[in-house]
């Protein structure tokens, strides 16, 4: 049972530069998720997806895009990484909205 | 808007302590859901339990047991008899039921089970 699979799981960038965090769900889930989580501050929105084709903005969105081209897929980019983003950050899926998340385990970001 | 409150930042007990993890919650909705999620050392996040508003039975299940109280605006979670393995970061989460329905985080409670 794969659930949320996160790749990069570690990652080191330099300030400007860019990449794209996958999340890979197998488990047909239409609301995918992205948190960051920071030290003494939980997890936090960025971004999310109630279904194919769909995206919006969470609580932290600035300097973050999203897509989700298939329904199993949510790609999170960052376009010109800032040393504030600095983060771990999870995806997330649920079925249905106020079911509980499931969580992938994790990229650490750090950026230089 | 939402708020979960998780005053205590960290605790440490010794193992066959008991050991209650507060949460207080703030939400205008009438219904609304209450989660906690474990997160060990490893660093992935694993869902415990999930209460709607509408349902204020005590939960226990094995070691752990879960008091909901609308009154007082809680949700607290008790670990009975800790072991090393309970070590770990605890987060409450809350989700309304108005518009999208977003979880909301607590800042999390780091337990520390000494041997």
């Known amino acids: 049972n794969a659930g949320v699979t996160q790749t990069p799981k570690f990652r080191v960038l330099k300030t400007g530069q860019s990449m794209t965090l996958l999340c890979a769900q197998d488990?047909?889930?239409?609301?995918m998720y992205w948190y960051r989580q920071d030290p003494g501050m939980g997890l936090r929105l960025i971004h999310y997806?109630?279904?194919?084709?769909?995206?919006a903005k969470g609580e932290v969105p600035d300097g973050y895009n999203v897509s989700r081209l298939k329904k199993q897929n949510f790609l999170l980019g960052l376009e010109s990484a800032a040393p504030s983003q600095t983060s771990v950050y999870f995806c997330a899926s649920t079925l249905t909205e106020n079911q509980p998340q499931h969580f992938g385990d994790g990229t650490r970001l750090s950026i230089l | 808007a939402q708020k979960v409150t998780q005053a205590q930042t960290e605790i440490s007990v010794v193992e066959k302590e008991d050991v209650t993890l507060d949460c207080v919650y703030e939400?205008?909705?009438?219904?609304?859901?209450l989660f906690w999620y474990k997160q060990p050392p490893s660093g992935e996040l694993v869902f415990l339990i999930r209460?709607?508003?509408?349902?204020?039975q005590n939960e226990i299940s094995g070691r752990y047991s879960w008091n909901f109280q609308k009154s007082t605006s809680s949700f607290n979670f008790t670990i009975t008899a800790s072991q090393v393995v309970d070590s770990a970061v605890y987060f409450c989460a809350l989700m309304g039921d108005t518009g999208f329905q977003k979880l909301v985080f607590g800042t999390g409670t780091r337990l520390l089970v000494s041997p």
């Open positions: 939400t205008r909705d009438t219904t609304y859901y």
């Open positions: 488990m047909n889930h239409e609301y």
């Open positions: 997806s109630v279904g194919e084709g769909t995206t």
């Open positions: 209460r709607n508003s509408f349902d204020e």
